[in-house]
Structures are given as structure tokens and as C-alpha cells.
């Protein structure tokens, strides 16, 4: 069974950085999707930034131009670095992959952006 473990959230302020991690248990050269998604209290469950296995990335409007998506094959892990953090990226931000025949979620973490 392969295990997602999200780190790297945390409260920063308005304009501020942070680097969220993503690492597997095993290969992530598995999944043919692996990315974020984000959800706030009372809202659903969104796409934040997603990365194919060829590289290829996907991003919403609402943070292109501010997020990037990487990955480390050696590592097992998958980053999500987010500058000019804003009020409205406060959510908890989950890894997930795909597989064939499979999805995997990791537990979340609190990202908090305030003043």
C-alpha cells in the first residue's frame, strides 16, 4: 500500500513563501498524475497543481504565475513551492496520485495565510 505524507505548512503572512512536500513510500514513478489539491472549510476539494510523468504541469488561474509544481524521482517526493501567498490560498492541502487502477490521498496539511 502505497502512503502519501504531506509536510511543510505552516502560518505565514500575506506575500510570504512556503514549500509543501510530498513523499511517497515507494516509486512515484507510479503514478501517472501526482498534485495538490486544496480544500477550505465549507468549500469543496480543488485542484492546486498538478505534474504528469513527463513533466508536463497544469495549473488553475487562480495561482499560475505564483505556484510550482516539481518532482524529485530519487527523492520519492513531490514539491509544491508557493510564492505571494494571499488570505484566500488558507486551506488544507492534500497530495494525491494516480495510478492505474488506483488513487492515493496523503492526510493534509494546514496552510494558513494571515496577518
Known amino acids: 500500500q502505497v502512503q502519501l505524507v504531506e509536510s511543510g505548512g505552516g502560518l505565514v503572512q500575506p506575500g510570504g513563501s512556503l514549500r509543501l512536500s510530498c513523499a511517497a513510500s515507494g516509486s512515484i514513478s507510479r503514478f501517472y498524475l501526482i498534485g495538490w489539491y486544496r480544500q477550505a472549510p465549507g468549500k469543496q476539494r480543488d485542484l492546486v497543481a498538478v505534474i504528469n510523468i513527463g513533466g508536463g504541469t497544469n495549473y488553475p488561474d487562480s495561482v499560475k504565475g505564483r505556484f510550482t509544481i516539481s518532482r524529485d524521482n530519487a527523492k520519492n517526493t513531490v514539491y509544491l513551492q508557493m510564492n505571494n501567498l494571499k488570505p484566500e490560498d488558507t486551506a488544507v492541502y492534500y497530495c494525491?496520485?494516480?495510478?492505474?487502477?488506483?488513487?492515493?490521498w496523503g492526510q493534509g496539511t494546514q496552510v494558513t495565510v494571515s496577518s
Open positions: 494525491n496520485g494516480k495510478a492505474i487502477g488506483n488513487e492515493y
